[in-house]
C-alpha cells in the first residue's frame, strides 16, 4: 500500500502509542499484582487456648467462660477465633500445646499461671514446631492471662524466627483486652513487622464471626 508522507507519520504515531498504551497497562497491572500478593501472601494461625471443659452440657460459670459451643462441640475462646481466622483466609493452623497439660479445674489453672508468670516460666511445647519460613504473615492468638500472655507464648517467640514477617497477635479476654501483649511481641521480635489483630471479650466469643470477618477484610485478607 502507498502512503502518503502525511499518512505515514500518523500510523507511525498511532503505532507508538498503541505501543504505550500497552505498556502502561502491563505497568499498572504488574503494580497491582503485587500490591494483593503482599496484603494475603502465605498465613499461619498459631494459636494457644485453654478450654476449662470438652462437655457442652452442664458448663459452670467458670467453664462457660472459657468455651464456646460450635455444632455441639467445645472449643476454646480463642482456639474459635483462630478457627475462624483459618477458615476466612485459607490459612495453615498451628495450635501450641504444653508438653504438660495444663489443669483444667479453674483455681488449680488460675494458680498455676500465676506461679509461671512470677517465675518467668517458659513451659515446654509438645512436639515441633511448624517450619515458619515458609509464612509472610503469622496470626498468633492467645488468652490474656494475668494482664500478660501465657507463658508458653514466651516458649514460642523464644524459638521462633518471625524476623521480616507480618505478626498479627489477637487476644481473647476477660475485660483486659490485649494489655501490654503487642508491644511485648514486637520487643521479642523487633525484626517482625508487629500490627494489633482483633481482641474479643470473651462474652462475645459465640458470636464474633461477622467482627472477625470485618478486621480481616480491613486487614487485607477478605476471601
Ligand atoms: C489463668 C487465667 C488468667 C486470666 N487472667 C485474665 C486477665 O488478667 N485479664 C482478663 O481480661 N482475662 C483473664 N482471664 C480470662 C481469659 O483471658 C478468657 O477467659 C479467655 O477468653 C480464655 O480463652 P481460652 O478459652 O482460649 O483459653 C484469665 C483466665 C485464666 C484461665
Redesign the pocket.
Known amino acids: 500500500m502507498l502512503l502518503a508522507r502525511g499518512e505515514g507519520m500518523t500510523l507511525t504515531k498511532l503505532a507508538i502509542f498503541a505501543a504505550l498504551a500497552v505498556t502502561f497497562s502491563a505497568f499498572c497491572a504488574g503494580l497491582a499484582a503485587p500490591r494483593e500478593a503482599a496484603a494475603a501472601g502465605k498465613a499461619l494461625v498459631v ?6 471443659t470438652d462437655k457442652p452440657d452442664g458448663m459452670t460459670r467458670e467453664e462457660d ?3 464456646v459451643v460450635i455444632d455441639g462441640k467445645v472449643l ?5 477465633v483462630a478457627q475462624l481466622i483459618a477458615e476466612r483466609t485459607g490459612a495453615d493452623i498451628f495450635r501450641i500445646e504444653p508438653e504438660k497439660p495444663y489443669p483444667t479445674d ?1 483455681e488449680t ?2 494458680g ?3 506461679a509461671e508468670k512470677d517465675d518467668g516460666a517458659r513451659p515446654a511445647i509438645k512436639g515441633a514446631l511448624p517450619d515458619l519460613s515458609a509464612y509472610d504473615t503469622v496470626f498468633v492468638g ?7 500472655m ?1 507463658m508458653i507464648l514466651y516458649t514460642f517467640f523464644d524459638r521462633a524466627d518471625l524476623s521480616g514477617k507480618r505478626v498479627i497477635p489477637f ?7 490485649f ?1 501490654r501483649t503487642v508491644e511485648t511481641i514486637a520487643e521479642l521480635e523487633p525484626g517482625a513487622k508487629v500490627e494489633r489483630g482483633v481482641s ?1 471479650p ?1 462474652s462475645d ?1 459465640q458470636e464474633c464471626g461477622p467482627e472477625v470477618t470485618a478486621w480481616l477484610r480491613e486487614a487485607g485478607f477478605a476471601k
Open positions: 494459636y494457644f487456648s485453654m478450654p476449662e467462660n472459657s468455651a476454646g475462646n480463642t482456639q474459635y479453674h489453672l488460675v498455676l499461671a500465676r492467645y488468652p490474656n492471662w494475668w494482664a500478660d501465657p487476644v481473647t479476654h476477660g475485660g483486659s483486652g494489655s474479643v470473651r466469643a
